[in-house]
């Protein structure tokens, strides 16, 4: 139900802030993510047997390309849809985004007619050409979807979102398995399914969202409004556009650079142990994310002990999840890809082991970095990403030039893992958030996970432990940190105890 009044209404916003509202939110979308991404991580292992390294190279460049053109299909003005105290303000940000993403994608349409062989010489990849037009296709559904998304978490409804994903995943999947069955597996089928997959998911928020508000869209938007909305936030366009162009950027450079020094079937090893990696951020960090920046958008109107809380309360849990995966993962890496995946993708283990440092300050990163959008820092976020996406062209030249795609991405690791931390470090300093807490947090966890690793280490050197067998023990040994974990930390705990209340085993299990 839409707010009538245009200020908000302190106790509703209070009410909204409880732990309880934050974790039941996280759980919503998460449990729909999880049932998309459960489905994603059982169809991969066929996946990878239909669909060689070099379909997932031309995979990853089409969806690189077109990520650079989805970043810009609202000049950013969707992220504001959740800063408005009102809805009546919102809804014309709404519109403005929707209007803007109509004229920006007309308009892609000659910019990639112009600079279609030119990049796809650069890019050493001339079987690409065949699928360029389905970009602009691509950046309308993204686009899309993103302004409804912010639309939704506004309204606080969360389910939808759940359910738009689980399609999106069924439809991706199933497409790229039937096409892989019947003998036609090919970098243009991935790149088929994900199209239709974002339609779907399109589609199935849209539909939900204007059922219920296309009226209120009727009444509310207006010219006047959306100038308005123009002008109030033109450092969305002025600063955190180019932000995020130059954040999405450093973070698809491999994939160029890969292309460009070596071929696309290493692009498709990077690109598959990339895709592993992302899962956890998919699972779970974006669901807390999303909640999040709601959260965090109206604690920063209430007051800046309220969004300190709410910080703390969401930085912990990501540190909980992501350090013992990423250490494990340090260890078993090409083992893990070998089992799960076939052996052909051994080289995509070597590359995760090193991408997972970068990827776990990714995990804790990417939710807080809503905060330059709250605090209006976005000067600073271009300054931060201009200089990371620096460091990163050089790492991965360094490394390219040395004629090893390895190195080059252990240098782009590295320098990914620092420059996040520095945004992590400015953000809960602007956060009131002590950075001595946050440590000790994460030196617990560490040390909790030595035991462990020194098992794994050990049994890896063992002759007559093949790699199914480490794999498997080490599957178990991860289910163990965490309930050792959860059971000396009520914090976690708690939470834990309250999605899992309904669960009888699970909940006999924890107390």
Same mark, same amino acid.
């Given at each position: 139900?839409?707010?009538?009044?245009?200020?908000?209404?302190?106790?509703?916003?209070?009410?909204?802030?409880?732990?309880?509202?934050?974790?039941?939110?996280?759980?919503?979308?998460?449990?729909?993510?999880?049932?998309?991404?459960?489905?994603?991580?059982?169809?991969?292992?066929?996946?990878?047997?239909?669909?060689?390294?070099?379909?997932?190279?031309?995979?990853?460049?089409?969806?690189?390309?077109?990520?650079?053109?989805?970043?810009?299909?609202?000049?950013?003005?969707?992220?504001?849809?959740?800063?408005?105290?009102?809805?009546?303000?919102?809804?014309?940000?709404?519109?403005?985004?929707?209007?803007?993403?109509?004229?920006?994608?007309?308009?892609?349409?000659?910019?990639?007619?112009?600079?279609?062989?030119?990049?796809?010489?650069?890019?050493?990849?001339?079987?690409?050409?065949?699928?360029?037009?389905?970009?602009?296709?691509?950046?309308?559904?993204?686009?899309?979807?993103?302004?409804?998304?912010?639309?939704?978490?506004?309204?606080?409804?969360?389910?939808?979102?759940?359910?738009?994903?689980?399609?999106?995943?069924?439809?991706?999947?199933?497409?790229?398995?039937?096409?892989? $069955?019947? !003998?036609?597996? +090919?970098? =243009?089928?991935?790149?088929?399914?994900?199209? *239709? &997959?974002?339609?779907?998911?399109?589609? %199935?928020?849209?539909?939900?969202?204007?059922?219920?508000?296309?009226?209120?869209?009727?009444?509310?938007?207006?010219?006047?409004?959306?100038?308005?909305?123009?002008?109030?936030?033109?450092?969305?366009?002025?600063?955190?556009?180019?932000?995020?162009?130059?954040?999405?950027?450093?973070?698809?450079?491999?994939?160029?650079?890969?292309?460009?020094?070596?071929?696309?079937? $290493?692009? !498709?090893?990077? +690109?598959? =142990?990339?895709?592993?990696?992302?899962?956890? *951020? &998919?699972?779970?960090?974006?669901?807390? %994310?999303?909640?999040?920046?709601?959260?965090?958008?109206?604690?920063?109107?209430?007051?800046?002990?309220?969004?300190?809380?709410?910080?703390?309360?969401?930085?912990?849990?990501?540190?909980?999840?992501?350090?013992?995966?990423?250490?494990?993962?340090?260890?078993?890496?090409?083992?893990?890809?070998?089992?799960?995946?076939?052996?052909?993708?051994?080289?995509?283990?070597?590359?995760?082991?090193?991408? +997972?440092?970068?990827?776990?300050?990714?995990?804790?990163?990417?939710?807080?970095?809503?905060?330059?959008?709250?605090?209006?820092?976005?000067?600073?976020?271009?300054?931060?990403?201009?200089?990371?996406?620096?460091?990163?062209?050089?790492?991965?030249?360094?490394?390219?030039?040395?004629?090893?795609?390895?190195?080059?991405?252990?240098?782009?690791?590295?320098?990914?893992?620092?420059?996040?931390?520095?945004?992590?470090?400015?953000?809960?300093?602007?956060?009131?958030?002590?950075?001595?807490?946050?440590?000790?947090?994460?030196?617990?966890?560490?040390?909790?996970?030595?035991?462990?690793?020194?098992?794994?280490?050990?049994?890896?050197?063992?002759?007559?432990?093949?790699?199914?067998?480490?794999?498997?023990?080490?599957?178990?040994?991860?289910?163990?940190?965490?309930?050792?974990?959860?059971?000396?930390?009520?914090?976690?705990?708690?939470?834990?105890?309250?999605?899992?209340?309904?669960?009888?085993?699970?909940?006999?299990?924890?107390?």
């Amino acid at each position: 139900m839409l707010r009538k009044t245009t200020q908000i209404d302190t106790n509703v916003s209070s009410e909204s802030m409880s732990s309880k509202s934050f974790a039941s939110n996280v759980v919503t979308i998460a449990t729909g993510t999880a049932i998309a991404q459960i489905v994603g991580i059982i169809a991969t292992p066929f996946i990878t047997r239909y669909y060689g390294p070099d379909a997932f190279g031309l995979f990853a460049l089409f969806t690189s390309i077109a990520s650079i053109l989805t970043i810009i299909a609202c000049l950013r003005y969707e992220l504001a849809i959740m800063l408005p105290k009102s809805d009546e303000e919102a809804a014309n940000v709404f519109g403005l985004s929707i209007v803007i993403l109509i004229v920006i994608t007309l308009l892609s349409i000659p910019v990639l007619m112009v600079s279609q062989q030119p990049l796809l010489q650069l890019l050493n990849a001339p079987e690409l050409g065949q699928y360029f037009w389905l970009i602009p296709p691509t950046i309308v559904l993204t686009g899309a979807f993103g302004t409804l998304n912010y639309w939704n978490t506004r309204t606080k409804q969360f389910q939808r979102l759940a359910i738009a994903r689980v399609m999106k995943s069924f439809s991706t999947t199933g497409i790229q398995l039937g096409m892989g $069955v019947a !003998g036609l597996a +090919s970098g =243009g089928v991935l790149i088929a399914a994900s199209v *239709i &997959g974002q339609l779907v998911s399109t589609l %199935a928020l849209s539909i939900q969202i204007l059922r219920e508000h296309l009226a209120f869209f009727r009444q509310t938007i207006t010219r006047k409004g959306m100038i308005a909305a123009l002008k109030q936030y033109s450092n969305f366009p002025k600063y955190d556009i180019w932000s995020a162009l130059l954040n999405n950027f450093s973070g698809i450079l491999p994939v160029f650079i890969l292309s460009m020094y070596f071929n696309p079937t $290493v692009v !498709g090893y990077y +690109s598959l =142990g990339l895709m592993v990696l992302m899962l956890p *951020i &998919g699972l779970i960090g974006e669901s807390v %994310a999303q909640v999040f920046f709601q959260k965090a958008a109206e604690a920063k109107n209430i007051s800046q002990t309220d969004l300190k809380n709410a910080v703390e309360y969401t930085i912990k849990p990501l540190l909980f999840l992501c350090v013992f995966p990423t250490l494990l993962l340090l260890i078993i890496g090409p083992e893990l890809f070998r089992v799960v995946f076939g052996p052909m993708w051994q080289e995509s283990g070597d590359y995760a082991r090193f991408l +997972s440092l970068w990827m776990c300050s990714v995990f804790i990163c990417a939710p807080l970095s809503v905060l330059f959008n709250i605090f209006q820092k976005l000067h600073i976020n271009l300054l931060l990403n201009f200089l990371q996406m620096v460091a990163r062209v050089i790492a991965l030249i360094v490394g390219a030039t040395l004629g090893s795609a390895l190195t080059a991405i252990i240098l782009f690791s590295v320098v990914g893992f620092i420059s996040n931390d520095i945004s992590i470090i400015y953000l809960l300093k602007l956060s009131d958030v002590s950075l001595l807490k946050q440590a000790r947090i994460l030196l617990k966890y560490v040390l909790l996970s030595i035991p462990f690793l020194i098992i794994i280490l050990i049994v890896q050197y063992i002759p007559w432990v093949n790699d199914s067998g480490l794999v498997i023990l080490s599957g178990i040994l991860t289910i163990f940190y965490y309930i050792l974990a959860m059971r000396n930390d009520p914090e976690i705990l708690d939470p834990i105890k309250n999605f899992t209340s309904k669960i009888p085993i699970i909940k006999k299990f924890l107390q």
